[in-house]
């Protein structure tokens, strides 16, 4: 099946500065790439659609000057969470979906765990 | 808007018993649902979809379109089935998913 990779996997920061996590479809283009945070024993809170070529679309309640999302090519999007605070700490994952047999199947990557200090 | 409830956040069971995971789902058009799973220290991954009418390790989930619910059941859990379980519905916005709060499955030997 479809791959979806993230890096880092793991990144630890200080408060105040910025980090930048990819998320990379490795054998298909994704024109559209979405991004999730998951808490603690929590589900996953879809943050904004990324996609390629144009402006990425925020939930409501996601600051897009704080979580800024760059889809610059079919396979690569980014986040990147500037000004980092603690309460920015949790799992970030992407996905991306592939068309197979007539039907959108969801890819996710293995997913960033972001620790600020 | 759309919503997706999973009643239980842990279930635990006995290997060999049978096992139901509950979802239900609020939506005004016609969703499409899935069940997501991920084992531990893996990623998330597709289980099955409403749509498929598939058995995929012996889970199987019916839409109840009356009852708005999409509940994944298995006859005799296995210990290898431990694992959060994510339900998930895509409605009109392209692909987007809407998770449910998942449901940690514990199977005991």
């Known amino acids: 099946g479809a791959v979806v990779s993230q890096h880092p996997s793991r990144v630890i920061c200080k408060s105040g500065t910025s980090v930048k996590i990819e998320c990379r479809s490795l054998d298909f283009q994704a024109t559209t790439m979405f991004w999730y945070r998951q808490f603690p024993k929590k589900s996953l809170m879809l943050m904004a659609t990324?996609?390629?070529?144009?402006?990425?679309?925020?939930e409501q309640g996601v600051e897009k000057d704080k979580f800024l999302i760059n889809h610059a090519s079919l396979t690569l999007s980014t986040l990147t969470v500037t000004s980092a605070h603690p309460e920015d700490s949790s799992f970030y994952i992407c996905?991306?979906?592939?068309?197979?047999?007539?039907?959108?199947?969801?890819?996710f990557g293995p997913g960033t765990r972001l620790t600020v200090t | 808007a759309q919503r997706v409830t999973q009643p239980e956040k842990l279930l635990s069971v006995f290997k060999g018993a049978p096992v139901e995971l509950k979802c239900n789902y609020s939506y005004s058009g016609s969703p499409e649902l899935f069940w997501y799973v991920q084992y531990s220290r893996q990623r998330l991954q597709l289980l099955l979809r409403?749509?498929s009418r598939e058995s995929i390790k012996g889970f199987t989930a019916d839409l109840n379109k009356g009852e708005t619910s999409f509940h994944l059941k298995k006859p005799f859990a296995q210990e290898e089935d431990s694992a959060m379980y994510y339900c998930?519905?895509?409605?009109?916005?392209?692909?987007?998913?809407?998770f449910g709060g998942g449901t940690r499955l514990m199977v005991k030997p």
């Open positions: 996905s991306a979906p592939q068309l197979g047999q007539g039907f959108r199947e969801q890819y």
């Open positions: 990324s996609n390629e070529g144009s402006k990425a679309t925020y």
């Open positions: 409403h749509i």
């Open positions: 998930a519905l895509s409605g009109d916005a392209g692909n987007m998913l809407t």
